[in-house]
């Protein structure tokens, strides 16, 4: 069982990336998937989350308008289009395997994450 982030990078404020999480070992379009990220001495949170037929999304506060979550389950990815980019995106973001929720304890399967870095 094996989540792989990729996509991550450095980008200037305002900028954009696409985050992709492939997932490979498990049941994908079983699973509701979540991206999560965590910046230097701050606690993982929550970014977004999608159910596993894509008829539900949420969002953190911190990311809605900006980010857009969505995943194809014939290739057993999900992605993380991230637009508008500001310093304090800023973090490791990991992509996890679970049940729908907006709380890490839902998630079991982990990747091991890919780093964004926004300059300002």
């Known amino acids: 069982v094996q989540l792989v982030e990729s996509g991550g990078g450095l980008v200037q404020a305002g900028g954009s990336l696409r985050l992709s999480c492939a997932a490979s070992?498990?049941?994908?379009?079983?699973?509701?998937m979540g991206w999560f990220r965590q910046a230097p001495g701050k606690e993982r949170e929550f970014v977004a989350a999608i159910s596993w037929g894509s008829s539900s999304t949420v969002y953190a506060n911190s990311v809605k308008g900006r980010f857009t979550i969505s995943r194809d389950n014939a290739k057993n990815t999900v992605y993380l289009q991230m637009n508008s980019l500001e310093p304090e995106d800023t973090a490791v973001y990991y992509c996890a395997a679970g049940t729908y929720s907006i709380t890490l304890s839902q998630y079991h399967i982990w990747g091991q994450g890919t780093q964004v870095t926004v300059s300002s």
């Open positions: 070992g498990l049941p994908f379009s079983s699973y509701a």
